[in-house]
T-cell receptor
């Protein structure tokens, strides 16, 4: 099993450009999450999806949209990128029924100029 | 969410035990205590979790105080691969809804 995969690994954007970060998991998990991590800080939750067909805002949702495409895939979209969105983005998934462990992807490093 | 206090950093020698404390005095009675770690340039990975009793797994041990206001993660024999940021995270367990709140964590350095 690949676990949680994220694409791309690294991206450079100009201010105002848009892009979508992709995340997929092959563990048949119900819940999926998007976090961002700024340098020297812990992770902050952007959005989460408790189950297929539902999404909810986390701690820092402004400037982002998400889509739970199916049970496997959860994408994060930046409609108009800003330098403040320069960060490392992590996707995670968990079995919503037990909720004991979240499995994280390797991250996407985003630089907005 | 319960607030946590962890030391900013700790150092250890290879093959020696590491005891990582965490204070979570505002934890509710139903919150689990989770520990995750993040190796350099990687996503966080689960280490261990518990509710009231001490817990052991292949990675570490978790000692939970009787009043649940603090806990200690124990790495029995530190290796260079254990150098990481360790996060202590109390969290509720709602059906189909499970969120983690990461703080700054403790940066563990292991000396060869």
């Amino acid at each position: 099993n690949a676990g949680v995969t994220q694409t791309p690994k690294f991206q450079v954007l100009k201010t105002g450009q848009s892009m979508t970060l992709q995340c997929a998991q092959d563990m048949n998990h119900n819940s999926m999450y998007w976090y961002r991590q700024d340098p020297g800080m812990g992770l902050r939750l952007i959005y989460y999806s408790a189950s297929e067909g539902t999404t909810d805002k986390g701690e820092v949702p402004n400037g982002y949209n998400v889509s739970r495409l199916n049970k496997r895939e959860f994408s994060l979209r930046l409609e108009s990128a800003a330098p403040s969105q320069t960060s490392v983005y992590f996707c995670a998934s968990s079995d919503g029924l037990t909720g004991e462990t979240q499995y994280f992807g390797p991250g996407t490093r985003l630089l907005v100029l | 969410d319960a607030k946590t206090t962890q030391p900013n950093s700790m150092e250890s020698n290879e093959e020696e035990p590491v005891h990582l404390p965490c204070n979570h005095s505002t934890i509710s009675g139903t919150d689990y205590i989770h520990w995750y770690r993040q190796l350099p340039s990687q996503g966080p990975e689960y280490v261990i979790h518990g509710l009231t009793s001490n817990v052991n797994n292949r990675m570490a041990s978790l000692a939970i105080a009787e009043d649940r206001k603090s806990s200690t993660l124990i790495l029995h024999r530190a290796t260079l691969r254990d150098a990481a940021v360790y996060y202590c995270i109390p969290s509720s367990k709602s059906p189909n809804d499970y969120k983690l709140s990461f703080g700054a964590g403790t940066t563990v350095t292991v000396r060869a």
